[in-house]
């Protein structure tokens, strides 16, 4: 695992918390996997997500600005593109860094 970043709790929104955000959810393992990131994915909806402690918030661009809190955030464009994900979560890599 990459020795840099610790184990990160990432909470994945979407507007009830069982439909796009679990797909969103099962890309997001695979990044973690794939980028070598100890983490724990969990799937909801923007409701509960406030009241959740994580380290990252994924979700479509249009609903991560809607939970409250203060953690770092990665605002879809396009919820099936890997690519977009993978980047996105490299650029905060350094913001979770432990």
Not at 1 to 19: F, P, Q, R, Y
Request: some cysteine; overall charge negative.
């Amino acid at each position: 695992m990459d020795s840099g970043i610790g184990t990160i709790k990432i909470i994945v929104v979407c507007g009830m918390g069982v439909g796009s955000s679990y797909f969103v959810m099962q890309n997001v393992i695979q990044a973690v996997k794939g980028l070598g990131w100890n983490a724990e994915v969990e799937n909801t909806d923007i409701f509960n997500a406030a009241s959740m402690e994580a380290d990252l918030l994924v979700g479509a661009d249009y609903l991560v600005d809607l939970v409250e809190g203060d953690c770092p955030r990665i605002a879809l464009d396009d919820l099936l593109d890997e690519e977009e994900l993978v980047e996105k979560m490299m650029q905060l890599k350094e913001l979770l860094h432990d």
